[in-house]
């Protein structure tokens, strides 16, 4: 099970945004983040708990193993308020955290 | 650039089947993996199944499990999922996403579809 907190983040343009995504048992470096906007898709940010996928911003970065994760966007802009999920795979079967909203 | 559109989605009743489709473009098909995860109304995110690039050793969540199955039509780039014996449980936006690394099933989801509404009622 993945547990994304807060469930709200309620922040300013500019400002450091810090998710976290604990794992109630350990996936190793196997996690994932994932954005969404309303309305549409997600869109893979952070494979394998640090790796940006392609195009992904540098604000966006990712830490953490084990059990404690982080997704970390360093200088909020206005289209980064929206729905972040993590996601594991080191266990059968790949799941997805409740979710964390970042609004203004 | 990489697109896949899913269709077939709509209004079934329950105990009925639906098939959805999946159109890929933009990309090898034939080496890459496809999943199909669903998102219930107002509510998180749920892997459904997973159709390798060979079409081999297909993988399903236990909630579908016995009910749907997957396939794939490399010849028209095409995924489908067959949903049957449907409930209520089942109402969701069906995605389609492809895997991130070719021949391999890391489960990552790197490009995913618009979505497809199935509402069973």
């Known amino acids: 099970v993945l547990t994304q907190s807060p469930a709200t983040l309620s922040l300013s343009p500019g400002e450091r945004a810090t998710l976290s995504c604990r794992a109630s048992?350990?996936?190793?470096?196997?996690l994932a983040w994932y954005q969404q906007k309303p309305g549409q898709a997600p869109r893979l940010l952070i494979f394998?708990?640090?790796h940006r996928a392609s195009g992904v911003p540098a604000r966006f970065s990712g830490s953490g193993s084990a059990t404690d994760f982080t997704l970390t966007i360093s200088s909020l802009e206005p289209e980064d308020f929206v729905v972040y999920f993590c996601?594991?795979?080191?266990?059968?079967?790949?799941?997805f955290g409740g979710g964390t909203k970042v609004d203004i | 650039q990489v697109q896949l559109v899913e269709s077939g989605g709509g209004v079934v009743q329950p105990g009925r089947s639906l098939r959805l489709s999946c159109e890929a473009s933009?990309?090898?098909?034939?080496?890459?993996?496809i999943h199909w995860v669903r998102q219930a109304p107002g509510k998180g995110l749920e892997w459904v199944a997973f159709?390798?690039?060979?079409?081999?050793?297909?993988s399903y969540a236990d909630s579908v499990q016995g009910r749907f199955t997957i396939s794939r039509d490399t010849s028209k780039n095409m995924v489908y999922l067959q949903l049957n014996s449907l409930t209520t449980e089942d109402t969701a936006v069906y995605y389609c996403a492809k895997e991130l690394q070719s021949y391999q099933r890391l489960f990552y989801f790197d490009h995913w579809g618009q979505g497809t509404l199935v509402t069973v009622s």
């Open positions: 394998d708990a640090s």
């Open positions: 048992q350990s996936v190793g470096g196997y």
């Open positions: 159709i390798p690039y060979d079409g081999s050793s297909n």
């Open positions: 996601q594991q795979r080191s266990s059968w079967p790949p799941t």
């Open positions: 933009g990309f090898t098909f034939s080496i890459f993996g």
